[in-house]
């Protein structure tokens, strides 16, 4: 399995501000992807980053509050613009590699907004 | 567009004993995965089992296994000899093989071992 690693881990971020989350892999992977996982929910897809354009996005998220970037095969970054409380969650790097048809994690990014 | 259904919010059961996490999923594809994800107080989501659709026999790793009805769109987790380290949240999630290849989750069963 690919080995994920997501930078911050943990973050207390003040309202207003913005925040980037790293996502690196040590493999190349066909596919990535960012969720978010508002306490006590589920995971949400948030877009899937495409290398060299623009990422996709799902319903209900936009490209302005959460600019994503994936310049190669083994890494990407989102950010959270001008957070809100309700902008606090874990916010999770995912990849699939490019043999295989599961779905890895990395271990998450918990932001908290105050 | 696909649904994945956990009815059981909560669930426990004593070490050592066998318990059964319930999934459903609504789909009108014909080939597709499951997958049972383990997200423990450490918060990382980690893979417990797979199954593909086009296999009709049901997955197993060590003392996890599923329990895999296509007709009737149900994939359910069988834990045996439920240790303490098991406890977490156990997130059921399907996918596509087509377009986007996303993960669609269920809502979670919380699952408790009591020593």
């Known amino acids: 399995s690919a080995v994920i690693s997501q930078k911050p881990s943990r973050d207390i971020c003040q309202r207003g501000t913005s925040l980037t989350i790293q996502c690196q892999v040590d493999?190349?992977?066909?596919?990535m992807f960012w969720y978010r996982q508002q306490p006590g929910q589920s995971l949400t897809l948030i877009a899937t980053a495409n290398q060299g354009s623009e990422a996709t996005y799902e319903s209900g998220f936009v490209i302005d509050k959460f600019p994503i970037s994936r310049p190669n095969l083994t890494f990407s970054t989102l950010t959270v613009s001008n957070m809100s409380p309700e902008d606090s969650s874990i916010y999770l790097c995912?990849?699939?590699?490019?043999?295989?048809?599961?779905?890895?994690f990395g271990e998450g990014s918990w932001l908290t907004v105050v | 567009a696909q649904t994945v259904t956990q009815s059981q919010p909560e669930m426990s059961v004593q070490e050592a004993e066998t318990v059964t996490l319930s999934c459903t999923y609504d789909t009108s594809e014909s080939d597709y995965y499951l997958f049972w994800y383990k997200q423990p107080p450490s918060r990382q989501m980690i893979l417990v089992i797979r199954?593909?659709?086009?296999?009709?026999q049901n997955a197993t790793e060590n003392r996890f296994s599923v329990n895999f009805q296509k007709a009737a769109k149900s994939f359910s987790l069988k834990i045996s000899d439920s240790q303490l380290g098991d406890a977490a949240m156990y997130f059921c999630?399907?996918?596509?093989?087509?377009?986007?290849?996303?993960?669609?989750f269920g809502q979670g069963t919380r699952l408790t071992i009591n020593p």
């Open positions: 995912s990849v699939r590699q490019v043999s295989g048809n599961t779905i890895y």
């Open positions: 493999s190349q992977v066909t596919m």
């Open positions: 999630a399907y996918r596509s093989p087509n377009g986007a290849q996303k993960l669609v």
């Open positions: 199954q593909e659709a086009y296999k009709q």
